[in-house]
């Protein structure tokens, strides 16, 4: 490979980038606005928009050679289709998506024979400062690892940071709260939350068609579930205002007399103010 095909490899690179995060924001913004559900469920979150931007910035990188941009979104493109198959169970364009890696892989050939070249011919050339590589290196790598968790959240492998809507709940979630009588066989579930780090188990909130539910496992690794039925509920207070680092609180109290449960919602997209809105809807309105 000489000098010109370095360089039209890396252009090459940067725009099989760019035109895979603009895709990735068609998909997303259609998902969203259109609620969908089967495999477009895997971008009906607005978490994707974090990868749209890291994918631009890659591509950014990539045009000016970067060879740190060229293998961070190699490598991040891998990792992401994994996952998308892990969720899906196929990968969805599987052909697409070996034309982008060839192209994001002749992209890192690229970028490393135009440095070398660089340094051999240009009496000029200036290596990359040696803070990139100790402190832009890691940065990719921390991000490359965040956008992989917010894509296991997607898949049910790990709980999501936000409330979930009842139809956005993976599978495999559900599945756990049945089994883990939790909830009830064909108990509906209206809005779902875990602040658990590994597994949707540690905790929970629930509000459903009949009840709201808290649980968590206690100090001897116990399940302890707390309910309020619809009925049961006379109001709901604001504990803790919550913000982008903490969850807000609500207690829920009953009519009896020292009956209450309090449940943490995540404020991310305002879930917190949609679970709060719909159960207080449904209180004024029982069915």
């Given at each position: 490979?000489?000098?010109n095909?370095a360089?039209?490899?890396?252009?090459?690179?940067?725009?099989?980038?760019t035109?895979?995060?603009?895709?990735?924001?068609?998909?997303?913004?259609?998902?969203?606005?259109?609620?969908?559900?089967?495999?477009?469920?895997?971008?009906?979150?607005?978490?994707?928009?974090?990868?749209?931007?890291?994918?631009?910035?890659?591509?950014?990188?990539?045009?000016?050679?970067?060879r740190?941009?060229?293998?961070v979104?190699?490598?991040?493109f891998?990792?992401?289709?994994?996952?998308?198959?892990?969720?899906?169970?196929?990968?969805?364009?599987?052909?697409?998506?070996?034309?982008?890696?060839?192209f994001?892989?002749k992209?890192?050939?690229?970028?490393?024979?135009?440095?070398?070249?660089?340094?051999?011919?240009?009496?000029?050339?200036?290596?990359?400062?040696?803070?990139?590589?100790?402190?832009?290196?890691?940065?990719g790598?921390?991000?490359?690892?965040?956008l992989?968790?917010?894509?296991?959240?997607?898949?049910?492998?790990?709980?999501?940071?936000q409330?979930?809507?009842?139809?956005?709940?993976?599978?495999?979630?559900l599945?756990?709260l049945?089994?883990?009588?939790?909830?009830d066989?064909?108990?509906?579930?209206?809005?779902?939350?875990?602040?658990?780090m590994?597994?949707i188990?540690?905790?929970?909130?629930?509000?459903?068609?009949r009840?709201?539910?808290?649980?968590?496992?206690?100090q001897?690794?116990e399940?302890?579930?707390?309910?309020?039925?619809?009925p049961?509920?006379?109001?709901?207070?604001?504990?803790?205002?919550?913000?982008?680092?903490?969850?807000t609180i609500?207690?829920?109290?009953?009519?009896?007399?020292?009956?209450?449960?309090?449940?943490?919602?995540?404020?991310?997209?305002?879930?917190?103010?949609?679970?709060?809105?719909?159960?207080?809807?449904?209180i004024?309105?029982?069915?």
């Amino acid at each position: 490979m000489d000098r010109n095909e370095a360089i039209a490899a890396t252009k090459n690179g940067a725009i099989a980038a760019t035109i895979s995060g603009v895709l990735t924001l068609l998909v997303t913004a259609f998902a969203i606005y259109s609620s969908a559900d089967g495999d477009l469920a895997f971008f009906n979150d607005s978490t994707s928009f974090i990868d749209v931007a890291f994918l631009l910035v890659c591509a950014l990188g990539v045009y000016r050679k970067s060879r740190a941009a060229a293998i961070v979104v190699f490598v991040y493109f891998i990792i992401s289709k994994i996952i998308m198959g892990v969720s899906m169970g196929r990968v969805p364009g599987l052909a697409v998506s070996l034309i982008f890696l060839y192209f994001f892989g002749k992209a890192i050939q690229g970028s490393f024979v135009y440095h070398r070249l660089e340094k051999a011919e240009n009496p000029n050339y200036k290596a990359p400062s040696r803070w990139y590589a100790f402190i832009g290196i890691p940065v990719g790598i921390i991000l490359i690892a965040l956008l992989s968790l917010g894509m296991l959240s997607m898949t049910g492998a790990v709980p999501s940071t936000q409330v979930l809507a009842g139809d956005k709940i993976p599978q495999n979630q559900l599945e756990t709260l049945l089994t883990e009588g939790i909830i009830d066989e064909g108990e509906e579930i209206e809005y779902f939350y875990s602040a658990g780090m590994t597994s949707i188990m540690e905790d929970g909130n629930l509000l459903t068609n009949r009840r709201v539910i808290s649980y968590f496992i206690n100090q001897e690794s116990e399940l302890e579930i707390y309910e309020l039925l619809l009925p049961q509920i006379r109001n709901i207070e604001l504990v803790q205002e919550g913000s982008f680092l903490n969850d807000t609180i609500y207690q829920v109290n009953a009519y009896q007399e020292d009956a209450w449960l309090q449940i943490n919602l995540s404020t991310e997209d305002q879930g917190d103010v949609r679970f709060f809105e719909a159960l207080q809807k449904m209180i004024d309105n029982p069915r």
